[in-house]
Every structure is written in structure tokens, then in C-alpha cells.
């Protein structure tokens, strides 16, 4: 199948959000609707037609879809480019049929849409700030659809924007969570799939207590709201062949997850609870395979801190999600 690729920059002025926007700055599926819209204005422009932008912006909720399975339309040139995240593991790709969903609108065929929004992709607007940049490999498809690939550089690039935003958010108190809070009165088996996402979270606190112990990273001890590792202020995620160090399979679905995750709670519209269960089942594989002490510690010390930090990612969205969107405790000890 016909189809066009290039390494695009796709940008957002992460840090110049207003606070309560937080969740919807690290969410990489608001950033492509806002970026693709920001395009579709331009386009018009140059075609001198016009289309309900809300409109599509609506579409482009639904119509962006996050995949770690086998991409619908992978060309052949995509798998050559041999600079995919993990290539023994499916991508993790961004698919859009905005091609398709522009067809009726502006009465043109989806290739030639495809190919002409393909083009501006590659342009990089002068008004975007250069050091919120994240960048993403764009494949575009004679069918009408868009595929955005994350390579080891930019799923590193997301987890550190993520990092930077959350800490800024962090709210000092000694005070968040109470152990002994009453839980609303659930059904039996939500109450037990609640109680094992609790256990989960206070299982990610005492495994950053450990990390810290063990002083391979420093911490707020629990007494904020947010992200919790003070040192290192910022972690490595790629090695110097700029491959992650997360490369086994349980990391690379959690990390799935996590991209999972901050996408819903920008839409603000989720099964909290199958939201948070998800999550503590990745992580719960996650914990198994991979340990941060031991022979990892001492002789590959990055890879000991990258795996708690994803503890700390965690933590930081099963905390919001317990506390403030199921409003029960967030329990910080086993």
C-alpha cells in the first residue's frame, strides 16, 4: 500500500497551559487533535474552503485511536526504517482516518487530502515553542489515514514532559490520604477490585520507600500531592544508543498503558474504576518481571531508576484516580 513517511515535530506549549490543565498537556492524543486542527485551519485557508472545526474536533476525539497492536496500514517502508521503539514488539502508533472523515466536507478524494495534509506535517509552524517539541514518525496513507509511530526518542521525550508537568503540579500535604477512610458502600466484586488497586498504589509507595532506602533515588516521603522522586529532578530514559532502557515486554505495555491513561483522564469521560484496574494489572506484571535492585542496581543503575520512575507514573494516576475521581483513600502502606 501506497505511502508517505517522514520524521515530523509535532509541538505543544506544554508549559504554558493554566494549571487545571494538566492532565490534558501530557496526553499525547490531545496534542495530535490540537496539532491536526491547527493544520486543517491552514488547509482551508490555502483551498479557501471551510469545514466546522468543533466539528471536527469532535471527530478527531474519536476518531484518534491509540494502538500497541499490529497498525491496520504498517507499509513495508515503516518496518525498514529499523528506528521503532522495540521492533520485537508491535509499535505503538496513533491512527487517524482523517483523510476519510474530510472526504464529504471538501469534496476531494482521500489520497489527495492525504498527500496534501501529509505535506504540511512537515512543517514546523514559527510560533511553537522549540523546547516542547516531541517528535513522532508520520506515516501517511494513500487510504486517507495518518499513522503516528513513537520511537525510543519520543516515548523518552513523553516521559519526561510527563515528569516536568506533574512535579510542577505537586501540592504539599501531610495529609492526602488516610488508610483508615471508609469506603463507599460497593458491590462485593467492585469493592475487591477496588481494594486490589489500593493495594497496588500502597505497593508502588513502599517500592519507592525501597528505592530510596537503597538510595538509588531521594523522595517527598509521601507528603504531596503529585510526583514524588526528587532526585534525580530528571531521569534518563534512553541509553547513549538512545534506546530505552525499559526494553522488556511488561515495560513496554506499561508504558502502553500509561500513554492509555493520561489520554482518558483528558477526556474526562472513563470507567474510572476499569481505568485504575487496567493499570494495577499491567503494573502488577510489570512488578513481577522487573526489579530495580540486586544486579540491576549495580550494574545498570539508569535502568534501576527508569523502572521506578514508571512506579512513580503509577502511583501519580492511580492516586488521582482513587482519590479524586473514586473518592476513596490512597493508601501509601500495605
Known sequence: ???????????????????????????????????????LNWYQQQLNRQTDLEFMAATLERKIVLSSGEPRYLSDQIKATGILSQPQFSPIVY???????????????PAIIIEQLGSLLTLKPDNLAAESEL?????????????FYLDSEAIAGWLKRSQLVIANQ???????????????????????????????????CSL??????????????????GWQIVEPQSISWVNEEHN??????????????????ADYFASNKYDWLKLAWNLSLDTAIFLADCRF??????????????????????????????????????????
Not at 488516610?178 to 488497586?197: C, R
Open 1 to 39: 500500500m501506497d505511502s508517505n513517511v517522514s520524521k515530523n515535530t509535532i509541538s505543544h506549549k506544554f508549559f504554558k497551559l493554566r494549571l487545571n490543565q494538566e492532565k490534558a498537556a501530557i496526553s499525547v492524543k490531545n496534542l495530535l487533535k490540537q496539532q491536526l486542527l491547527l493544520k
Open 95 to 109: 491512527s487517524c482516518p482523517i483523510g476519510l472523515c474530510l472526504a464529504s466536507a471538501l469534496q476531494m478524494s
Open 135 to 147: 517528535k513522532l514518525l508520520v506515516e501517511t496513507v494513500s487510504s486517507g489515514w495518518i499513522n
Open 170 to 204: 505537586t501540592i504539599i500535604t501531610r495529609s492526602y490520604s488516610s488508610t483508615s477512610a471508609v469506603l463507599p458502600d460497593y458491590g462485593n466484586q467492585t469493592l475487591d477490585n477496588l481494594l486490589a488497586i489500593q493495594y497496588i498504589h500502597a505497593r508502588c
Open 208 to 225: 519507592l520507600y525501597l528505592g530510596a532506602k537503597e538510595k538509588v533515588i531521594a523522595i517527598h516521603d509521601f507528603d504531596c500531592l
Open 244 to 261: 530505552l532502557w525499559l526494553s522488556e515486554l511488561s515495560e513496554y505495555n506499561l508504558i502502553y498503558r500509561l500513554l492509555s491513561v
Open 293 to 334: 535492585l540486586g544486579e540491576v542496581k549495580q550494574q545498570c543503575p539508569q535502568k534501576a531508576i527508569a523502572r521506578l520512575g514508571l512506579i512513580a507514573f503509577v502511583q501519580y494516576w492511580l492516586q488521582k484516580i482513587l482519590v479524586e475521581k473514586l473518592q476513596v483513600a490512597a493508601p501509601k502502606t500495605l
